[in-house]
């Protein structure tokens, strides 16, 4: 299967550290690098963590229900709860409760208005009631929590997850800067760091966030339970453009495709969605159910990259990016992708390539949005890998280029093997000199693939 759904288009994989334990993610791991292996083109893997789970205890009879302008209490009891009061273990949340805040309960299905707070209850009017059962969800709009983002279970899933080599660590919960920052201590440079905007704290220190972490993932789900669903599209494009600025790749993921859980064909209104992340400038949209749980899983997958391919077909696609265009910033990365850009656009090249040791490179080409695919040649696997996350690059593993014509030749041998050129079509390269120092990007080559 992991192979059907890499045929059909993914080119990530999300290991969900909030199911299954490690035994399942090893099996998981070790199937798709024999994917890569088999497919000879680097697969990225995302270990997310679960992050804290605020959820209520046990009920009485395993339900009950909630009628609007009901009362009903929170307190910190370990007695099974029942209609008129449930459990909520986490007595340190008490003292950020507030008269008038609002509890989001089961996804925001059921939700609750806070009457009055003690240090260990919160006595609450049902403003949207409905069936309630044990262990759901619980969310607090708008409370900075005192709660920090890393669990002793994401602590011992962070530590297998690295053992193991995965590509990314996807941080839930981040609310603060310091919490971005706490995890990179832990993480170092053996993963790249993908922070996950799902509360309105972190959408106030967004640029904070984004100058701390590798990558972005806009988590709607969550985000949609925080605040007024309403403002959730919005944000989402705030945080591409935010994202997309600094050079960060950033993913807008759930309930993308959601109705391919069970149908096997979208709603009309999913593709919208679907298009509307591409146009925004997302550099990856992400499937959840649709591929962990659902009927249809290489359906969905192929038709999300079919989305994906025609809305960056589109005459208004590159126009609507280039709209927002991000100046160059004074670096020689950044002035060689912004020359690069314009000299494949002048020339019709077939591909702009990079050659890269750290993803840096191929990053800033990427953050241009050339119009061409950008090619990004390295000789570390795991930059490779991390790559696969990227808009337009298709990376390489191979050996640095050790003088001038072994660049030139690799690069259009590579750019010709690949599907990328044919003999005749030009491609831009940029490399670095002295070669094989990493970092001494400075020059950029117009070669003719034989």
């Known amino acids: 299967m992991i192979r059907a759904l890499f045929d059909a288009g993914a080119d990530v994989f999300r290991l969900n550290f909030s199911h299954g ?18 497919a000879g083109r680097p697969i990225g893997i995302i270990a997310d963590l679960q992050g804290p789970k605020l959820r209520i205890g046990d009920l009485i009879g395993g339900s009950v229900t909630l009628e609007k302008g009901a009362s009903f209490t929170l307190d910190s009891s370990d007695e099974p709860g029942d209609q008129n009061r449930a459990p909520f273990p986490h007595p340190e949340l008490f ?38 059962t044990p262990n759901k969800g619980v969310n607090l709009p708008g409370a900075v929590l005192p709660i920090a983002p890393l669990t002793s279970k ?44 799902e509360k ?4 106030n220190y967004l640029t904070e966030i984004i100058d701390l972490a590798d990558g972005i993932m806009v988590a709607r789900g969550d985000l949609g339970v925080e605040l007024p669903l309403e403002t959730v599209p919005g944000l989402q494009k ?38 509307t992340a591409v146009y925004d400038g997302a550099d990856a949209v992400m499937l959840s159910a649709e591929t962990a749980a659902g009927s249809y899983p290489v359906e969905t997958v192929t038709i999300m990259s079919r989305i994906a391919a025609q809305a960056e077909r589109d005459p208004l696609y590159l126009p609507i990016l280039n709209a927002e265009w991000a100046e160059p910033e004074a670096t020689h990365v950044d002035a060689l992708s912004a020359a690069a ?71 259009c041998r590579i750019a010709r093997e690949q599907g990328f050129a044919k003999p005749g079509d030009t491609v831009i390269v940029t490399y670095g000199v002295p ?16």
């Open 238 to 275: 705030k945080i591409v453009r935010a994202a997309r600025t600094a050079g960060k790749p950033v993913v807008v993921a759930t309930q993308m495709l959601e109705s391919m859980i069970h149908a096997s064909t979208p709603t009309r209104a999913e593709v919208s969605d679907v298009v």
């Open 200 to 203: 309105p704290s972190a959408v």
């Open 21 to 38: 334990e490690h035994d399942t993610h090893e099996a998981a791991l070790n199937a798709i690098r024999a994917v890569e292996s088999q």
């Open 95 to 132: 003292q950020v409760l507030q008269p008038r805040s609002q509890i989001s309960v089961d996804d925001g299905r059921i939700r609750l208005l806070v009457d009055r707070v003690t240090g260990t209850t919160a006595e609450t009017i049902v403003i949207s009631g409905g069936e309630l």
């Open 341 to 411: 850009r314009q000299v494949a656009e002048t020339l019709g090249s077939a591909a702009v390539i990079t050659f890269t040791s750290t993803g840096a490179t191929a990053l800033r080409a990427a953050r241009k949005r050339p119009g061409v695919p950008v090619l990004a040649l390295t000789h570390d696997v795991r930059t490779a890998r991390q790559l696969a996350l990227v808009w337009g690059v298709h990376s390489v593993h191979t050996d640095d280029a050790t003088d001038f014509d072994d660049m030139d030749e690799r690069a």
């Open 435 to 450: 070669f094989g120092k990493p970092g001494a990007t400075n020059t950029l080559y117009i070669a003719s693939v034989d």
């Open 154 to 197: 994401d602590r011992a899933d962070l530590d297998f997850a690295l053992e193991r080599g995965v590509d990314w660590v996807a941080l839930s919960f981040v609310q603060r800067p310091s919490d971005v920052e706490d995890a990179r201590k832990l993480i170092g440079r053996r993963a790249a760091l993908m922070a996950k905007i």
